[in-house]
């Protein structure tokens, strides 16, 4: 009889696998960070070999930890970091390049290109089709980069020798046996995010790829996301569940009825509304997108609203500028001020996601006074998270004509409670944080354990979902909105920052880090 399930969750700076109760709750947990490679200005890859050995790896760890044998695991559920291209030799196993992460900026001038020059007014050329404006965040001008400048590349694609995939992809193909039968395959929440699917078909298509070069048999074969792929050779437990991370967080937050929402604190943020079996297009900046799809039952769209840098903030303050050590800090230094002190941060590192799209921006930090000190640095970069959330909130009101009555949240800074309260203050509407915050690798495995009868359906999961922990406003409205309108004028400050003397100057910078290198 099994009694658990294993959920990998290969996230933008870690691999964990998570062993998960009939419950819900979690067993044992295994977790390895890889690396971030920074190759130019904008660029962001990973390694897919490293990917794939911490992948073992965790899992070892985490089934080590359990002291379970295999036969009591009833599936294997994955969640991934989205838009993030790999592509692989199906012959040798080999990725051609890096993964280039959802966060790398390189596509813009193809993004330029496919939007005929004008970015502008060109933006939707694909939009009735994918859901999707033209923006470098995608998968498909990934992968098109890849073939345009990787030597070889394209002409091994179209002899038909190589296979693109979103990590979840890459994992199942290895898990399932690689060059000795993998199964190439992906699921409709993360083909949604390529660009290249078709959301009423939830079929690749072929206008979109030949649009961007894309030879169609590197693409994986669509499939839902609760249901039996294949086997883990090396376990021999079925593959069950595949949702794309942030999809997956709305599974685990059991967000099922049409008009419930969640939003993740990750490496960045990623509010969705679900619209139930209704494609709606939005009017404000937000994407439409695949929420999940169950089996042979109908799919289930969202509205989503991305933005780009969140968690990473902390991360850049902790790493590059040597604010804190550790990324609990952040929250130790905010506590000393009351407020901060008139200055914001707009982390536009990657350019400004949800509702702008703009790649031409960059990041900021405005209102600068002598007064200013650290603690008021610590406090602006988590209230910039609080402040895009609102952003993205306002858009989806807007675009559904209903006001959400509370916010469901989770990921990894929802520990951080100055950042929730302020969430809740700067909203207007309570924020409410679960008893099992982790819920992108607990959609994974529901989205697993229903297509194996582990669970029986949703209600499941429904039942099994508790309330933790609950943040009521406490800010009056003529406070909120000042400082939602100086948080606005610090946003326009960023656009239009990358021009041709902004280009100049980032490629000086990496022609001196070149030659660095050289000596």
């Known amino acids: 009889m099994a009694d658990y399930i294993l959920a990998i969750d290969q996230g933008t700076t870690s691999t964990r696998a998570i062993v ?54 009833a599936a294997i559920g994955i969640t991934n970091q989205r838009e993030t291209a790999v592509v692989w030799d199906k012959n040798t196993g080999e990725p051609v390049y890096n993964a280039i992460v959802w966060q790398d900026t390189r596509t813009s001038k193809i993004i330029t290109e496919l939007a005929g020059g004008d970015l502008e007014e060109g933006a939707d050329r694909f939009k009735d089709i994918c859901g999707l404006p033209l923006a470098t965040y995608f998968s498909g001008p990934k992968v098109k980069w890849i073939l345009d400048n990787v030597e070889g590349a394209r002409e091994k694609a179209e002899a038909g020798d190589l296979l693109f995939g979103t990590t979840d992809s890459w994992v199942v193909w290895n898990l399932t046996g690689g060059t000795e039968g993998g199964v190439h395959i992906t699921d409709v929440t993360n083909a949604s995010r390529t660009m290249l699917m078709d959301l009423k078909t939830l079929s690749w298509s072929e206008e979109v790829a030949e649009a961007m070069g894309i030879p169609m048999s590197m693409l994986p074969e669509i499939r839902s996301c609760s249901e039996v792929y294949g086997e883990s050779t090396k376990l021999g437990v079925p593959i069950a569940g595949i949702l794309g991370d942030q999809q997956a967080a709305t599974f685990g937050q059991a967000c099922f009825e049409k008009g419930m929402s969640k939003n993740t604190y990750g490496t960045g943020n990623f509010m969705l509304l679900n619209t139930g079996t209704e494609i709606v297009r939005s009017e404000n900046g937000l994407l439409t997108t695949l929420c999940y799809k169950i089996g042979e039952e109908e799919a289930v769209y969202a509205l989503e609203g991305s933005i780009a840098v969140t968690g990473s903030l902390v991360q850049w303050l902790r790493d590059n500028i040597g604010l804190i050590q550790d990324a609990p800090e952040i929250e130790d230094l905010a506590t000393q001020v009351d407020d901060n002190g008139g200055c914001y941060i707009v982390p536009a590192f990657s350019g400004l996601f949800a509702p702008y799209w703009k790649d031409d921006a960059r990041g900021a930090i ?68 679960p008893k099992v915050a982790e819920t992108t690798a607990l959609g994974a495995a529901y989205a697993a354990g229903i297509a194996v009868g582990f669970w029986e359906g949703v209600q499941d999961v429904v039942d099994n979902w508790e309330e933790g922990q609950r943040w009521s406003p406490q800010m009056g409205e003529e406070e909120r909105e000042r400082l939602y309108r100086q948080w606005k004028k610090a946003v326009t400050r960023t656009f239009d920052w990358v021009d041709e003397d902004a280009e100049r100057a980032e490629e000086a910078v990496e022609e001196a880090e070149g030659e660095a290198q050289d000596g």
Request: proline fraction near 2%; avoid cysteine; aromatic fraction near 6%.
């Open 366 to 433: 405005v209102g600068l006074t002598r007064y200013v000190n650290k603690h008021h640095i610590a406090r602006a970069a988590l209230e910039s998270t609080a402040y895009q959330t609102r952003e993205v909130l306002d858009a989806m009101n807007a675009d559904s004509g209903v006001d959400l009555p509370e916010l469901r949240v989770d990921g990894g800074m929802v520990a951080n409670e100055t950042l929730m309260q302020f969430q809740a203050d700067i909203l207007g509407v309570d924020v409410v944080r």
């Open 20 to 73: 998960f109760t009939h419950g819900g709750e979690i067993h044992t947990v295994g977790q390895k960070e890889h690396e971030q490679i920074f190759p130019k200005a904008g660029w962001v890859e990973h390694d897919p070999a490293e990917i794939w050995d911490n992948t073992r790896e965790v899992i070892g760890t985490a089934l080590g930890k359990a002291n379970i044998s295999n036969s009591q695991l």
